[in-house]
């Protein structure tokens, strides 16, 4: 059983930078791949960023590249968001999600993902 807490969303301009993060629990976090997903008003919930296992490698919405980085710290048990240049539509609640399943891959679907966080609200005014 995994639980999973975001933290770190909030009220930021256009332009601006959050960083989301996600505290996990269970001792095997370094087994799973974990997700950043998110769900706007009126929206079915989207895939944002991915990050392997253990050598990190990364997948990304195509409208987030250059401006979104996953990463993860196993030590801690915590994966990250960095959110650079955020645009208004940008604004959503963020979900941490992680994947048990020992697949590899760009694993995008809300299916993959066994256990889901509460959610943090990342609103952006223009």
């Known amino acids: 059983q995994v639980q999973l807490v975001e933290s770190g969303g909030g009220l930021v301009q256009a332009g601006g930078s959050l960083r989301l993060s996600c505290a996990a629990s269970g001792r095997a976090f370094s087994s799973y791949a974990m997700g950043w997903f998110r769900q706007a008003p009126g929206k079915e919930r989207e895939f944002v960023a991915r990050i392997s296992r253990n050598v990190g490698v990364t997948y990304y919405l195509d409208s987030v590249k250059g401006r979104f980085t996953i990463s993860r710290d196993n030590a801690k048990k915590n994966v990250y968001l960095q959110m650079n240049s955020l645009k208004p539509e940008d604004t959503a609640v963020y979900y941490c999600?992680?994947?048990?399943?020992?697949?590899?891959?760009?694993?995008?679907?809300?299916?993959?993902?066994?256990?889901w966080g509460q959610g943090t609200q990342v609103t952006v005014s223009s």
């Open positions: 999600a992680c994947d048990a399943a020992p697949l590899t891959g760009r694993r995008v679907s809300v299916s993959h993902y066994n256990y």
